[in-house]
């Protein structure tokens, strides 16, 4: 009996073997939580020709979008383990969302990580009439005005909101938080000066600020955003610690095949070391991490740190999904 058992192990490794070499033999489905269009998406598209030239077969991307994004992580973290449906999102769409919503799928127990994709940082923007001039009398004017000045949101449980929660917990103030179905309307509402402030992503409101309609304060990173060197890091506005960056990156179903995790990350590293498509996603505000955080073995660790570290501020701040 144990060499029947043994030998059906073999054959069993074998099989798994045999189909991580042949992969991929049909077309790869990249789910993206969000809809069409969208950032996310666009960068998306901007690789798929170095995609399929590096997997040899063609690339569909599926928008699902949907409570939040985690209809669209559900359906990979539901998939076949086989490397053919693959999820690529946001720090919001997939670290946040698994503690602000209550989600069907544990995002540190049912994936595989895949690799680290592009990102942009958060800022702190305002109305362009708001008193204050810098970071620094910003958060003197929240702390006189407790609780007054208001925030706009995408969604009551975004990145947004959880950027808000974040600075207010690190500086000690508060702020009212004003939901929005979208980044596109919660803009509009700044612009027009019916909203204080807002922590966005910065690439939303890049021109919005350029063309001097609303005002930034400080960059959530460590280092200046390069498409807007003339704004501060938080560190040199007078908030340092509230870092907030909006990563991106490609997760494959739980008990996938390494072999099957290593050809899609050297596909999408691949991708990124295009010159052609790094200035794309260049002209888009995106940062390409350095090599040695493109690994596979390295975004495990970052993802890590990132689901202990955001999943004890969402929990404190009792943020939740209405």
């Known amino acids: 009996m144990r060499r029947v058992f043994v030998a059906a192990l073999a054959v069993v490794a074998s099989a798994v073997s045999a189909n991580a ?4 033999t049909k077309p790869v489905t990249v789910v993206i939580p969000l809809a069409a269009g969208g950032a996310v998406d666009t960068m998306v598209r901007t690789m798929l020709d170095s995609l399929r030239t590096s997997l040899g077969q063609p690339i569909l991307v599926e928008n699902m979008g949907g409570a939040g994004g985690t209809t669209g992580v559900n ?5 076949a383990p086989d490397g053919y449906t693959i999820s690529v999102g946001t720090w919001g769409t997939h670290v946040v969302n698994a503690f602000v919503y209550s989600p069907p799928y544990d995002l540190a127990k049912d994936f595989e990580p895949v690799a680290l994709l592009p990102s942009v940082p958060h800022w702190f923007i305002a109305r362009k009439n708001l008193p204050p001039t810098d970071m620094k009398g910003l958060i003197a004017y929240m702390k006189e005005n407790d609780g007054k000045v ?10 947004s909101a959880v950027c808000a929660y974040y600075l207010g917990k690190l500086t000690g103030t ?3 938080l004003v939901p929005y179905r979208g980044g596109a309307p919660a803009l509009q509402d700044i612009v027009a000066g019916n909203v204080d402030t807002m922590c966005d992503l910065a690439a939303n409101s890049l021109s919005q600020v350029k063309a001097g309609n609303i005002k930034a304060y400080a960059v959530t990173a460590k280092k200046r955003w390069f498409a807007a060197p003339e704004v501060p890091t938080v560190y040199e506005a ?3 610690g509230v870092e907030v960056t909006n990563w991106l990156a490609a997760y494959a179903p739980k008990d996938t095949p390494k072999d099957i995790v290593d050809k899609l990350n050297a596909a999408f590293r691949t991708a990124m070391a295009d010159p052609a498509v790094a200035k794309r996603i260049a002209d888009m505000g995106l940062e390409i991490p350095p090599p040695e955080q ?11 740190a990132e689901l202990e570290k955001w999943g004890a501020v969402v929990r ?3 943020i939740k999904s209405q």
Do not use: I, M
């Not at 070499?21 to 991929?24: E, I, K, R, V």
């Open 21 to 24: 070499q042949g992969f991929p």
């Open 75 to 79: 359906r990979v973290a539901k998939a």
């Open 150 to 159: 208001t925030a706009a949101s995408v969604g009551a449980g975004g990145s």
């Open 174 to 176: 508060k702020t009212t």
């Open 238 to 240: 007078g908030a340092p």
């Open 294 to 304: 493109q690994t596979q073995a390295a975004f495990a660790v970052y993802l890590k």
């Open 316 to 318: 404190e701040s009792g």
